[in-house]
């Protein structure tokens, strides 16, 4: 198993597999190799690798306020089951809000303004705007309220920590795949890219990252559709695309984008011939690299990013010594790795439902 995959002491991993448990299902994810930017908050500064330790406990049952984009996909319920899984560990309590989507910045800032109205001690955004919350932000930093960036990324430079990756990275993954299926020279193939929605953070540097990553290779797109991650709205970019471009060697984009594919290649008679790849990880890229309708797709371990978030949060709060940016090393998972990936540190477990609230 790669040093990026889950760690835990050797003990209990012998353990683990002889009662066919994961370490995380036991309660015990840690310690978590991961990068540390230094300084940080700056995507291009120089990185190191850690095993990231977090508390065993917090000192008292402090008040957190977790705000994120929507609770449509399953990427978000995987950060839920990580921000909910550690609030429970370390004994504090959690209050999540959720804004219903990409297009709601300004219900996004009244939830925040809301919850620390209420009371919240610390603050931890998957922000919809990359600039967007920036004045929230320092109105809720001059309270002295630390304020966690988690997974998308925010501009502000008044953020007390970063719990994320770097999404242009997770772009780059996904179109390095690709580019080195058809390498300059062996025959132009067309592909339809679909970011997601246009202003998050996160899209802008995937976007930046896969149009990187294709430069020099035979990779053309034709097609580039931003959209909000919901169903709907990701399977009518595809059809739109589809009807365009007929002749399309692939289809990259968002997990949302990948699991719409699926059917409407079906039923179009195009699964053999149109590939699809994921810049991200979900429970429907996981089934579909199985089955074989999806190629690969690099995963950033969205569980293991909440869980450190808000033990920043806890940390900040309790004045102990904290790591101001941190996310964990991107790899990609295809169906040559599939069967020794550690899903735990990216996927909710079977049956898990969305908690909004931790005692």
Known sequence: MNNWFHKAPAVFCSLAVGLGITASQAGEWFPYSVEQWNPPFDMASPRSTID????????????ICVSFPHMKDAYWLGVDYGVVSEA?????????????????????????????????????????????????????????????????????????????????????KAGEFVSKR???????????????PAGAGWVEAGNKGFQSAIKGSDVMVVETKYGDTGKEAQSKLVEDTLEAHPDLGYIVGTAVTAEAAIPILRARG?????????????????????????????TDSPVIQGRIAIDQAVRILEGKDYKKHVGPALFVVSEENISSFDKSSTLAPDGFKPVFRVE
């Open 88 to 172: 429970k560990r370390q004994g504090v309590k959690m209050q999540l809000v959720e804004a219903g989507g990409y297009t709601n910045l300004n219900k996004q800032i009244s939830q925040i303004e809301d919850c620390v109205a209420a009371g919240a001690q610390a603050v931890i955004i998957g922000a919809i705007s990359f600039d967007g919350l920036n004045n929230l932000v320092k109105e809720i930093r001059a309270k002295n309220i630390p304020v966690i960036d988690v997974i998308n990324g925010m501009s502000s430079p008044q953020l007390s920590a970063k719990s994320l990756v770097s999404f242009g990275e997770m772009g780059a």
């Open 52 to 63: 990231y330790m977090p508390l065993a406990k917090a000192s008292k049952p402090w008040e």
């Open 182 to 196: 058809h390498p300059d020279g062996s025959g132009k193939v067309k592909v339809g890219w679909f970011p997601g």
């Open 270 to 298: 195009l699964a053999d011939k149109i590939k699809v790849v994921s810049y991200y990880f979900t429970p429907g890229v996981d089934r579909g690299i199985n089955r074989s309708q999806i190629l690969a797709a690099p």
